[in-house]
């Protein structure tokens, strides 16, 4: 297995909304989903040949998914070790317009007031490490060429691709350690350990269709195709903040500094058991 190691900057505070969730509480995950980064690098890879972002509205006959190859599975980026990082709540109360004047006027229709009534959570963050792996070596190289590019992220938020590192090869090994990347909830109850320091969210992964691979490294990658997903799947994913007292002993994809669990891996291309 090979892998691209990914730090992007943010410029700003992020949201990556959980769903399902209120409408009036917008919470946040505190990290950056696998399908967003996903998606995040595809657009910059479109960027970096002189593309427009495709526009992405709402289409709920035809929603158009703009994602990596399936071949590149993109693993989700976290905030980066010894930096500071933080999730913070706010609200957004009262109108939505700054050039609100409804309430001063000497006569005031009806239901005409536009309130906003959440409370919102941001990301804020210094640095984010994201990874890409792929079994084949070739095509890899066209991430380091993503450096310098940068795009919106996620619901709020924008982030520039600061440093891409060189082709990593990892190992496969069973290996005492924390893992650099989110953990299938289902491969944590099977392997029977204790279960402990670890938050759990609801997440998405795409749902491949089958015999959806392309001849070219760079199809679906470097031009502006679509890319043929059919929707999305849930699962449930255990994401350890910070190193605890007890170590977890997993199936990892690694290179003694890097800890993948293979089991997120073989979710993410579509095989079921984890």
């Known amino acids: 297995m090979y892998c691209v190691k990914i730090l992007l900057t943010p410029t700003a505070a992020m ?33 970096s040949i002189g593309l427009e972002i495709p526009e992405t509205r709402i289409n709920k ?63 804020i963050a210094e640095e984010l490490t994201g990874y890409v792996v792929s079994e084949s070596l070739p095509g890899l190289e066209h991430f380091q060429d993503l450096e310098t590019y940068g795009c919106k992220l996620g619901k709020e938020g924008f982030a520039v691709v600061t440093e891409v590192s060189e082709i990593i090869k990892l190992r496969r090994e069973t290996v005492k350690a924390y893992p650099s990347t989110i953990m299938p909830m289902e491969a944590l109850l099977q392997s029977g350990q204790f279960i402990g320091g670890c938050d759990i969210y609801n997440l998405y992964r795409y749902n491949w269709p089958a015999n959806n691979e392309t001849d070219s490294e760079e199809a679906g990658f470097l031009d502006d195709t679509r890319t043929p ?25 690694t290179d003694g500094e890097i800890y993948i669990p293979v089991s997120l891996v073989n979710l993410l291309r579509g095989e079921v058991n984890v």
């Open 61 to 123: 006959d035809d929603p158009p998914f703009y994602a990596l190859p399936r071949h590149y599975v993109a693993l989700g980026a976290y905030p980066s070790l010894n930096t500071w990082r933080g999730v913070h709540k706010t609200y957004r109360k009262g109108m939505r317009e700054f050039n609100h004047d409804i309430f001063s006027r000497l006569y005031v229709e009806k239901d005409k007031a536009n309130f906003q009534l959440h409370t919102w959570e941001y990301l």
């Open 229 to 253: 997903v059919d929707g999305f799947i849930p699962f449930v994913t255990a994401y350890y903040p910070k190193q605890g007292d007890y170590t977890p002993t997993f199936d990892y994809y």
């Open 15 to 47: 949201t990556f909304r959980i769903l399902p969730g209120s409408i009036l509480n917008i919470a946040t995950y505190p990290f950056v989903p696998p399908t967003t980064l996903s998606g995040f690098l595809r657009r910059l890879g479109m960027l």
